[in-house]
């Protein structure tokens, strides 16, 4: 017999409560086996796809692309056992069937239906009559024709507005009686149409067909367009400027109707606002972000360090055979000089503990990596990046920043960092006070790297320049600590061979 079993939404994440359907994989009818992708879901940190728990037939979905649903709530109900034999109707008790079930008798006027209802056994309905199992509902006798809408006959009264036909009964009108005379409603007197305002007699605009046809295809009123033509005439140029300068202007410009940001946005009627919820990435990044930087004391510091030399080694290993299937960047440079700098000073790599009132040092290092995507900024973080030689860590920083920019990162892979850094030299900004991943005591923020005039060897010359900023938990690091940080990963930016010495 067929089996049906809900798959609820599961808990995609350390400790979310509710996600959003993004889209379903599957269709009502539609087979589907264990672990096949049924639906995916964008929760607070990503989106994630969801595999069945069940083989079967899909018969209903209960939520819908675009919904919120909370962890726990049934989305989608299998049927595990579609080849099953159905199983038989109960039979309904004879006491009840000879109460409430019969053969209705009688004539039909109107839409009145009079008659009696004879007691006895019931006889089985007709093929596509009754229910599927073939018994008699009570109360709507063989065949359940009691249950059909009579007929209206010509010239009979209009049917009830209600859902339901009135029942029969005593108290129904006989079928004979006249039905009264429709009264004329009286008639207002006809209201004059109003006179223009004195002193303001109407306008009406002159203009030729042609320029008619253009300003109701703009959707402009010639009446309120300033006439410029010869003897008062509106031209085809006045309708023009008129449309361009009563036409909504756009003070904001957006993604294509594909962005994830306005798929689910309301624009006003006028044009000039488009309003979006606040959900999954975006509310998470916001939330976290207000209970960091209210939490933990943020305090910055900056240094402009001459990269000359980590861009000549950037430019010698992108030539390497050896990295020449990976990506390149001074980010990779000032990755492994930010690992070198944990390991002088471990003290760094910690996080504040506010419940047990501890602080907890890390023996490892998950390095995040800031990545802006079209659904928000996400940090996802590679696990023991202290471990991984250059080559390595370059290979995980293009799978981990390719994973998120395609909405494609795990729960998993956003949690359990232990230091940051970003780049925000890629949009061309100098530097900035970068606000701390929850649950990190530093963050790093990589600046643009320009050519500027630069002292060197006691003379000017055009060098790479950059600047860095260090945010840290005040609570945990002291000034001195995030001072020696951050001037240990210029030195290496500024030589990369004392990497060696370190390393």
Do not use: C
Request: aromatic share 4%; hydrophobic share 40%; glycine share 10%.
């Amino acid at each position: 017999m067929p089996t049906f079993e809900q798959f609820r939404l599961p808990d995609a994440g350390e400790g979310l409560t509710e996600a959003e359907i993004v889209a379903w994989h599957v269709a009502v009818g539609d087979a589907v086996t264990v672990n096949q992708t049924i639906v995916e879901i964008e929760t607070a940190k990503s989106l994630v796809e969801l595999p069945s728990p069940f083989t079967g037939v899909v018969t209903e979905l209960l939520a819908q692309p675009g919904t919120t649903v909370e962890v726990g709530t049934p989305i989608i109900v299998i049927d595990v056992d579609p080849t099953g034999t159905p199983a038989p109707a109960p039979a309904a008790p004879a006491a009840t069937a000879a109460a409430g079930s019969g053969t209705p008798t009688g004539t039909t006027t109107g839409t009145t239906t009079t008659g009696t209802t004879t007691t006895g056994t019931t006889s089985p309905a007709p093929a596509g009559d009754g229910d599927a199992g073939g018994a008699v509902l009570v109360g709507y006798g063989v065949g359940g024709h009691a249950a059909r809408r009579t007929r209206r006959s010509a010239g009979a009264a209009p049917a009830s507005t209600s859902a339901e036909a009135p029942a029969a009964g005593p108290a129904a009108a006989p079928a004979s009686a006249p039905a009264p005379a429709p009264v004329a409603a009286p008639q207002a007197p006809a209201t004059p149409p109003s006179a223009p305002d004195a002193g303001r007699p109407a306008r009406h605009a002159l203009a030729k067909p042609p320029v008619r046809k253009l300003a109701r295809d703009l959707g402009v009123d010639l009446d309120s367009v300033s006439a410029t033509g010869p003897g008062g005439i509106v031209t085809r140029e006045d309708v023009l400027a008129h449309g361009a300068e009563t036409e909504p202007r756009t003070l904001a410009t957006y993604p294509g109707d594909d962005s994830p940001w306005l798929a689910s946005g309301a624009v006003s009627p006028d044009g000039r606002e488009t309003r979006v919820p606040v959900k999954s990435v975006r509310k998470r990044t916001a939330e976290a972000m207000v209970a960091s930087a209210f939490t933990a004391p943020h305090v910055t510091v900056f240094h402009t360090v001459d990269v000359t030399k980590t861009m000549h080694l950037v430019t010698r290993l992108r030539e390497d055979r050896e990295f020449a299937d990976v990506r390149v960047t001074p980010l990779l440079i000032a990755a492994k000089a930010l690992m070198l700098a944990v390991r002088r000073h471990p003290e760094i790599n910690a996080s504040w503990d506010d419940a047990a009132q501890e602080i907890v040092y890390k023996h490892y290092v998950n390095l995040g990596i800031a990545a802006a995507t079209p659904r928000g900024l996400v940090v996802p973080n590679i696990k023991d990046a202290h471990r991984l030689g250059l080559k390595e860590l370059a290979e995980s920083i293009a799978e981990l920043t390719g994973t998120a920019r395609a909405g494609r990162t795990t729960p998993a892979d956003m949690s359990g960092g232990t230091i940051t850094i970003t780049n925000v030299g890629v949009f061309g900004i100098d530097t900035g006070t970068p606000i701390l991943n929850p649950g990190e005591a530093a963050i790093l923020a990589l600046g643009a790297i320009r050519e500027q005039p630069w002292v060197h060897k006691g003379k000017i010359k055009k060098r790479w320049v950059t600047q860095l900023a260090l945010s840290f938990d005040h609570r945990l690091v002291d000034g001195g600590l995030g001072s020696r940080v951050l001037a240990d990963v210029a030195a290496v930016l500024a030589n990369p061979a004392q990497g060696l010495v370190w390393g």
